[in-house]
């Protein structure tokens, strides 16, 4: 499998080109290449410019597949979003997200409850 990673800042594009050798023979290994696959690619090879963050992709509804000749090669198009320089999160939120790390730490063990027993008379 080849691939290329080819950055497109004027579009805020990111274009995943991949392709895969031909099934010639019976005795070739057949290939196949699905969304999830060129996910773990993307989050594994793939550094976004310093000034954007990688989104969502917009093309997910295809594969590739050696036994088609047509089907060898694809291209996979995410969106580049660029970095804002305000955080996305406020103070007011950032101050709920440290309440509750600190609750989680400082959360005593749980007791073991013991169970009531209830005592049957015997009717006489």
Do not use: H
Request: proline letters at 2%; glycine letters at 2%.
């Amino acid at each position: 499998m080849k691939y290329t990673f080819e950055n497109d800042l004027k579009n805020n594009l990111m274009r995943v080109k991949v392709t895969i050798p031909f099934k010639k023979l019976i005795s070739d290994d057949q290939i196949n290449i699905k969304w999830q696959d060129i996910k773990n690619l993307v989050d594994k090879e793939y550094d976004a410019p310093k000034s954007y963050v990688l989104g969502e992709c917009t093309n997910r509804l295809q594969n590739l597949n050696n036994k088609n000749l047509k089907r060898c090669a694809g291209t996979w198009v995410f969106v580049l979003e660029k970095k804002s320089k305000k955080s996305d999160t406020s103070r007011q939120d950032l101050r709920f997200i440290s309440a509750v790390e600190k609750e989680k730490t400082t959360k005593p063990a749980s007791k073991t409850r013991k169970r009531k027993t209830t005592s049957k008379k015997a009717n006489g």
